[in-house]
């Protein structure tokens, strides 16, 4: 059956929900891969915004959408965070899709004002052990990413700090910009510029190992808190119950889209890395980051949503 299925797929677009606004980091990758993936498929694949809290109403308009290989999820991390932020979900983050592959993987980075006398991961520790409670970390809004990667920080290095919400990364430069906080996490294509026009300092980035457009600054865990990784990622998942065959076309395509030079160069000028991978892989990521997750935010006793 599902062979027969793949044979004359695409017959028309192909649509992949975004549960971000247009402009966004995954915005873009989604728009730079399906670019990619509408020439080799000979099909249009069409990106849709469908912004919301924790990526709520995307996630289930695909859970729910026909598995015919014609709309798919643009799944990311945060898909994991709201597994366990949320009460209640109208879908199970694993039961409902089938995981097709991961696409890009991206730094967050830990920054302080380019005026601060901080200069590394240990210079901001030392500063607040010897200044209790005085040390404030922005990020933006409670849950995101940017928001658990602080909380993490804060848990694993042991340090007496605040982190401090706001509602957007120009709100939190300002806050760094005049004092309010001493340090923040974010995401690092909307502060590349900055960082490479010198208004920000960078002190680490929170992956795995060094951002290869930023190789001089060392890792969060290079810097000595140990243990700490906290990336965010993004990929594509059909509804549960698509065909293999369906799965498999899909997840050769996305394979060899990030697997192109040009998408790769696109996304890492976006501080993203373009990486494909099987179902399996995706399917395993999103269950351990829930798991991980689930941690930081029962430790940091967040309030669920």
Known sequence: MSSVWAQGYPAHPIKIVVPFAAGGVADITARVLSQKMGESMGQQ?????????????ASESVAKAEPDGYTLLFITNGNAVSASLFNALPYDTVKDFAPVSTVGFFDLVLIVDSASKIGSVRELIAYAGSNPNKLNIGTINIGSTQN???????????IDAQVVPFKTTPAVITALKGGDV????????????QIKGGGL???????????????EVPTVAESGVRDYQAASWNGVAAPARTPKGLI????????AATGSPEVRKRLQD?????????????????VSEIAKWKAVIERAKIEKQ
């Open 45 to 57: 694949v069409i990106v849709e915004n469908r912004p919301s809290a924790g990526g709520i109403v």
């Open 148 to 158: 658990l990667a602080a909380e993490l920080f804060k848990s694993l290095s042991g």
């Open 182 to 193: 001493q340090a923040a996490f974010e995401i690092l294509a909307p502060v590349m510029a």
């Open 201 to 215: 300092k960078p002190l680490a980035v929170t992956s795995e190992k060094r951002f290869p457009g930023l190789p």
């Open 248 to 255: 498999d076309r899909l997840n050769r395509e996305v394979n």
């Open 270 to 286: 976006l501080g993203v890395e373009a990486r494909g991978g099987t179902p399996e892989a995706l399917r395993d990521l999103l």
